[in-house]
Structure formats: structure tokens, C-alpha cells
């Protein structure tokens, strides 16, 4: 079982930064898993935003986040991270963060392969 937190939401300017964490608890030490950023805005499908592989670091990113958006980790400190840097009213969303402990490569982005959600934190971006 894995139980996920985010932090670090609110409200910026267009043009501002925000990190976003998620605190993982019973990380699983013997295997990796891929953990992901997902956002979902009203009246939209939730959509992804980044993965990230525990064991290789590898990631991903959504091409409108693509050069602005970097996800992180600290495994010792069981910690993801979501730093958004020139913020967009687009980008105005709930984002959560979601582990699929199933694989630990070719993390996706469908939302659908994560079977373990953090209840959310809202990004709301002005112009």
C-alpha cells in the first residue's frame, strides 16, 4: 500500500514558480516504481504532466510543459517533487501525484496505469 501527499500549491502570477511535493509513505526499498504528476482542470480529463522512474530516473514530460516543468526525487527523504517554473493561466489545474509500483521503466502518462493518487493541491495561475 502506498499512500501519497502533495503540498506546495497555490496562487502565483502568470510568469511565477511554484514547487510541488508528494510525500510517499511505505516506499518499497527492494523495487522501484514510476511516479507521476497528473493535473486536471474543470470540466477537462486529468491529464499527465510528468513521470519519473524511481529506479532509473528516467522521466517524462507533456509537450506543454516541455523546457518548464522538472520532476525530482529524494529517495532517502521518500519525497517527489514538481518544480513549475514560468507558469502559465493554462497550467491553472488540481495536480496530484500517482505510483504505479507495477513497473519501474516506461512510465506512461495515462492515468489509468496509476492505481495509487494523492488527494490533490490546487495551482491557480492569474494573468
Known amino acids: 500500500q502506498v499512500q501519497l501527499v502533495e503540498s506546495g500549491g497555490g496562487s502565483v502570477q502568470a510568469g511565477g514558480s511554484l514547487r510541488l511535493s508528494c510525500a510517499a509513505s511505505e516506499y518499497t526499498y527492494y523495487r522501484g516504481y514510476c511516479m507521476g504528476w497528473f493535473r486536471q482542470a474543470p470540466g477537462k480529463e486529468r491529464e499527465g504532466v510528468a513521470s519519473i522512474s524511481t529506479t532509473f530516473g528516467t522521466t517524462y514530460y507533456a509537450d506543454s510543459v516541455k523546457g518548464r516543468f522538472t520532476v525530482s526525487q529524494d529517495n532517502a527523504k521518500k519525497m517527489f517533487y514538481l518544480q513549475m517554473n514560468s507558469l502559465k493561466p493554462e497550467d491553472t489545474a488540481m495536480y496530484y501525484c500517482?505510483?504505479?509500483?507495477?513497473?519501474?521503466?516506461?512510465?506512461?502518462?495515462?492515468?489509468?496505469?496509476?492505481?495509487?493518487w494523492g488527494q490533490g493541491t490546487q495551482v491557480t495561475v492569474s494573468s
Open positions: 500517482a505510483a504505479d509500483p507495477r513497473r519501474d521503466y516506461a512510465c506512461t502518462s495515462r492515468p489509468n496505469d496509476y492505481n495509487y
